[in-house]
């Protein structure tokens, strides 16, 4: 059987001789099991061809709906990785998965106020606190906007500290964390 599919009209190819990205990004999403989720967030490159343009508005719209549908993916498979990360005491993959999350769209503040709890969570107050004020400087020279009074309710609250600290995979840890962050 051969890959290509050819009449006078057209030319195909036979999906089940390829492998594609997309796909097996999309089937690893959804199976929701750590492990593909996992795979899933390595298979995440950026935005679905970037750069490709061909000034044909069937296709353009096609694309910019492939390319908001498979970002909306990575974004749930982002956030999951953040939660399964964080109940597992995994600063370190939280944060990773976060930043990740912010990267899909920086002027989301939902996404940007997941990535500043995990901060405050994981490493502490100070490493937070320069976190927001890049936030607030980043939304002042892209938007011209002050951060969503969501945001400022959340910045107040890790400036005075009004976090739960991480549990820490280390047993002894999280007791020294409350008391020196407190």
């Known amino acids: 059987s051969q890959i290509l599919v050819v009449d006078r009209e ?26 593909q989720l996992t795979k899933a967030a390595e298979l995440w490159q950026g935005a679905f061809l970037p750069d490709l343009v061909l000034d044909i508005e069937e296709f353009d719209l096609w694309h910019r709906h492939e390319a908001d549908r498979l970002s909306a993916v990575a974004a749930e498979v982002f956030e999951v ?41 994981h490493k502490g107050r100070e490493a937070a606190v320069s976190r927001a004020k890049l936030l607030t400087d980043m939304l002042r020279s892209e ?11 959340l910045i107040d609250a890790i400036k005075r500290g009004d976090f739960e600290p991480a549990r820490s995979r280390d047993s002894e840890e999280p007791a020294a964390q409350r008391i020196l962050q407190r």
Do not use: H, W, Y
């Open 10 to 35: 057209t030319i195909g190819v036979r999906a089940e001789f390829l492998c594609v990205d997309a796909r097996s990004f999309i089937s690893l999403a959804r199976s929701a099991g750590p492990e």
């Open 81 to 121: 990785l953040c939660r399964r990360a964080d109940a597992n005491g995994d600063g370190e993959r939280a944060i990773a998965a976060a930043e990740r999350l912010v990267a899909l769209e920086p002027t989301r503040e939902d996404r940007q106020r997941t990535a500043l709890k995990l901060f405050a969570r």
């Open 143 to 153: 938007l011209g906007v002050a951060p969503e009074g969501t945001t400022r309710a």
